[in-house]
């Protein structure tokens, strides 16, 4: 975008323009006498505007130097786009920063989980997946044989580069079985876990006292290590490197995603210790960003935290992605590294830091149409998914999802959760023709297009099946992606530079401040039915090998 | 379901010779224009929206309908003014519409056959499915041709808009000039004589000159059998265009002498309502208004090209106007809307997504300028006075110049937070 200096530099010669046409028809005596006026009139409306918006800039400049600018408050008396478009700020959300992000498209589905924790569902067995962890080898180096007793938050395995990360158990047991792939990589380590859980217990360090270092060694030794993403890229990051700043998103807007805050719930305990661990590990700060979209604030587990900033956010869809709240908050620039953190992830490592033991509880939604009874389940880290959907599941040919309906991945149901999975969600395929279906679609179905009318029903509920609703074409519309993108990233030139290699352009586009899920989004709306994430992923991983 | 296991056992089938492919090719395109394809979602998102190409393409043909129905009847409706026979406008009415049918229907026929025979000879070659473009492109071509242009000459355009303009480039959505512009603009430089002049916009005759009669054809002759027994009005051949009837469109005239001399012909309410001579498509305003109108809210094309075009030739009228060096300068500004196809140029050339702009601040300019060189090009042109096909390639040829900026400051504002 043009900014609002160079904007107005233009208007001049606007003027200029109109106060010429004006002369000339009075001089000629020719031309419509309404349509002089016209031009008057808007001409007296530019003049009065120009100088609201020039007297405008000049207060903001002397607000910039008078150093009051620092909060990102506006500091003008003609309000942004985003403040007039994105509705009153709520009540609660009054004391700090709020940012209204105007672009984005809610999904709304059948099938969210009821907020209560059905008890009798109980996994068995549960794994932890090397696949998971982005950079370390396919094979790493077993620590324990099949038939071993370990504890929760014994090691399994280590990384044959750099053996001071350590991948524990989430539970104790006996190891079931080391389930491997393609080319003998290892995908699941699979224990079979106890009734009643036995830990692994660490001295914990006062975290007042303790040093930098004694805290990254507890992190690494405990495994609570892998529940760190650095990015950009996604991957583990490197116990040498102390990131710029730490983002934590306390709420995920993606379709039928859990609710963060029910999750937590009781656990500000272990919140406010997990930030106050972070806080020492990164030179910037923890950045805490708040869901402010609803009527209700956030429960007091996220909105009494200490020590962080806190960032409040209303918005659609994609409004909850760390990486979207990231760019707002502070852009990933250079060769600076942060961290992200899910609110599961920080709870357990502030249960570390309490208890010195690694319990990786977790708070599993099972959501989707294709469940008879949507509800919560509590488990543990990487739980087999047979397990926990057993007799739940209703007839018919049905697409199990770990994770949400735009960013998950597709699995079996011998498979198990990946390590940050909060959300299983069944959809019933769509592998079926339909009569017209591009014209007049019998079922309805979700779209950001305006050319059906869910405008309307806003509040509706769809029941959408996996077809793809079309095939794949080279990109033919514009602006798609960005009008409902709310980062300023040019999206499919962006995805356009990946397809080229062209890494000087991927890199000035801002693909390090994007990841998969932050896309999905793009993908879903695409018109064109082109794999963004898939596209991303690969631009991601030439970018990082390039380093 | 007879049909769907009638067009799986052709999909399951492989085709090796070229012929096969080429059959095997066109019967996909019906079978997914029929029914939306069974393919599911795999590795990515697991829900897809509603949208595809198709359905935009659709948008377009819809919001196009309104103008092609109008433009068949005007059609007709200024072959009999010509000839001083039945000058109301809904006079005459099915002579009219069925002098219109029969002139437009060869017009749209070649164009499709041409174009879609090409696209589906190439998607067969290329392996994948025939894409949805010439959807757009041939109803698009249709209404920006004269009504009596030769169908060889349309033939041999479309064909050379298909291969060179788009097939050359990579098929839909790879070209990098509007393909219904080309087709046009390839006739106009290629057969200036035949397609320019004040001959060609009043169909029915070999030149539109006083004492000129017209001859019917069989189709006329088949549809008299029919209005015999209905006892409607016939077609008589053996009309004459009448003494003071110009064929000119009201450009000709304000290119000629101004303002003065196309309200001498027309009044500016017959310009804006449409029954003048003129390209099919181009004539009625308030129906290209409604289309672009659908498209916009139906949110298909862009209003920022539509908005931009609008300010950047007012502005360029207005300078003219202050000038008013020739006659055709002084024709007041807001009345450039009123004649030619500038509505129906910028309401759905410029807004193709393809060739425009695909940035937001890339848009504003690119509207901006063909709205501004259009005009130009339309007034200080002495040898054609109209200038959008011109205008429109020319920013579609510098539409990825323009983003390439808007890129690059995008680039520079990240690599300055760095």
């Known amino acids: 975008m043009i900014n609002r200096q160079n904007r107005y530099r233009i208007l001049p010669l606007v003027i200029l323009v109109l106060v010429a046409e004006i002369t000339s028809a009075q001089s000629t005596g020719s031309g419509s006498q309404i349509a002089t006026y016209i031009i008057a009139a808007v001409a007296l409306i530019l003049v009065v505007f120009a ?230 590990l990164t030179s910037g700060d923890v950045h805490i960003s708040l869901d402010a979209s609803h009527a209700v604030a956030p429960p007091v587990e996220f909105t009494g935290i200490e020590g962080a900033k806190l960032h409040w956010f209303k918005g659609k869809h994609p409004a909850g992605n760390v990486g979207v709240q990231i760019h707002h908050i502070a852009p990933i620039s250079g060769t600076n590294k942060v961290w992200t953190l899910t609110v599961e992830s920080l709870i357990t490592l502030g249960e570390l830091f309490l208890s010195g033991k690694f319990k990786a509880d977790r708070i599993i939604a099972l959501t989707g149409s294709e469940f008879e009874n949507p509800t919560y389940v509590k488990t543990h880290q990487g739980a087999n998914i047979a397990d926990l959907i057993a007799g739940n599941l209703k007839e018919g040919k049905s697409r199990i999802i770990a994770g949400d309906v735009l960013s998950g991945k597709q699995v079996s149901s011998d498979d198990f959760l990946n390590h940050t999975d909060n959300q299983i969600t069944a959809i019933p395929e769509g592998d079926d023709y339909e009569l017209f279906g591009w ?85 879903f709306a695409c018109t064109s039915k082109q794999p963004l994430q898939k596209i991303l992923r690969e631009g991601l991983e030439m970018m990082r090998e390039q380093g | ?201 009043v169909s029915g005759f070999e030149t539109v000159a006083a004492g000129v009669t017209t001859e019917y054809g069989w189709m006329h002759s088949i549809f008299n059998v029919l209005f015999g027994w209905m006892g409607l009005d016939e077609f008589v051949s053996g009309g004459a265009v009448v003494n003071g009837f110009t064929g000119a469109t009201p450009l000709a005239l304000a290119n000629q002498d101004g303002w003065e001399a196309v309200t001498s012909v027309y009044s500016p309410a017959q310009m804006w309502w449409g029954a003048i001579p003129g390209s099919i498509g181009e004539t009625c305003k308030p129906l290209i208004i409604l289309g672009m109108l659908f498209l916009i809210v139906r949110g298909i094309a862009s209003w920022r090209i539509i908005v931009g075009a609008f300010l950047g030739a007012f502005l360029m009228g207005m300078l003219l106007n202050a000038w008013g060096a020739t006659p055709f300068m002084t024709v007041p500004w807001y009345y450039h809307m009123w004649i030619g196809s500038m509505l129906f140029a910028i309401a759905f050339m410029a807004t193709d997504p393809v060739t425009a702009a695909s940035t937001n601040t890339g848009k504003w300019i690119y509207g901006f300028m063909i709205g501004f060189i259009g005009i130009i090009i339309r007034i200080v042109n002495p040898a054609y006075p109209e200038g959008w096909m011109l205008a429109i390639l020319f920013l579609n040829t510098f539409s990825a110049l323009i983003d390439h900026y808007v890129f690059e400051s995008n680039m520079k504002k990240r690599l300055a937070r760095a």
């Not at chain 1, 679609?441 to 769809?462: A, C, D, G, Q, W």
């Not at chain 2, 000839?83 to 017009?107: A, D």
Request: aromatic fraction near 8%; hydrophobic fraction near 45%.
């Open chain 1, 439 to 523: 014209l007049f679609p019998v079922i309805p179905r979700p779209s950001v297009s305006k050319t059906y009318p869910n405008f309307l029903f806003k509040n509706h509920e769809f029941e959408p099946n996996t077809n793809t609703h079309g095939e794949r074409r080279a990109f033919v519309m514009t602006g798609q992606y960005e009008s409902i993108m709310p980062m300023d990233i040019h999206v499919q030139q962006l995805m356009k530079a990946i397809m080229a290699n062209d890494y000087e352009r991927m890199e000035g586009l801002g693909i390090t401040e994007l990841s998969e899920e932050d896309v999905a989004l793009c993908e």
């Open chain 2, 1 to 201: 379901m007879g049909l769907i296991d009638f067009f799986e056992k052709i999909e399951h089938k492989e085709a090796k010779t070229t012929p096969a492919k080429i059959g095997k090719t066109a019967v996909d395109a019906v079978f997914t224009f029929l029914y939306s394809p069974k393919s599911t979602t795999s590795g990515g998102v697991h829900i897809r929206d509603g949208m595809d190409l198709k359905r935009t393409m659709f948008q377009v043909m819809i919001a196009l309908q309104l103008c092609l129905a109008f433009g068949t009847y005007n059609i007709g409706h200024q072959h009999f003014v010509a000839m001083g026979q039945y000058m109301g406008f809904i006079e005459g009415f099915h002579l009219k519409l069925i002098h219109g049918v029969i002139k437009i229907l060869p017009i749209f026929l070649v164009t499709h056959l041409v174009g879609l025979g090409i696209e589906i000879f190439f998607a067969a070659k290329k392996g994948h499915s025939v894409e949805e473009g010439f959807l757009v492109s041939g109803p698009l071509i249709t209404l920006i041709m004269p009504p009596d242009v030769p169908l060889w000459m349309l033939a041999v355009a479309v064909a050379f808009a298909v291969i060179i303009g788009k097939e050359a480039f990579g098929g839909t959505g790879m070209n990098i000039w509007n393909v219904a512009l080309l087709a046009r603009v390839f006739i106009f430089f290629a057969y200036p004589t035949t397609i320019s002049g004040d001959n060609v916009w």
């Open chain 1, 51 to 280: 100088i609201l918006s020039i007297s405008d800039n000049l207060m903001q400049v002397e607000a910039k130097k008078l150093g009051s600018d620092t909060t990102k408050n506006n500091f003008s008396i003609i309000p942004k786009f985003s403040e007039l478009l994105g509705g009153p700020t709520p009540a609660y959300a009054a004391d700090q920063p709020v940012h209204k992000l105007t672009k984005g498209h809610d999904i709304n589905l059948v099938g969210s989980a009821n907020k209560e924790i059905n008890t009798e569902i109980k996994a068995k067995t549960f794994a932890v997946k090397p696949t998971n962890f982005r950079g370390l080898s396919p094979i790493p180096r077993m620590l324990v044989a099949v038939g071993d007793e370990v504890k929760a938050g014994q090691p399994l395995f280590e990384d044959k580069k750099d053996n001071r990360v350590k991948y524990v158990s989430p539970v104790s047991g006996e190891v079931a079985e080391i389930r491997r792939g393609a080319k003998r990589s290892i995908t699941d380590v699979i224990v079979l876990g106890d009734r009643d859980l036995s830990y692994v217990t660490h001295d914990v360090p006062a975290i007042e006292t303790a040093t930098r270092e004694q805290l990254v060694e507890l992190i690494l030794n405990s495994g609570a290590w892998t529940l760190l993403n650095e990015r950009p890229y996604d991957v583990l990051p490197s116990p040498d490197v102390i990131p710029a700043n730490i983002f934590i998103s306390t709420f995920d807007t993606s379709p039928l995603a859990p609710d963060l805050g029910f999750i937590a719930k009781g656990n500000g305990a272990a919140i406010q210790k997990g930030v106050d661990v972070l806080s020492k």
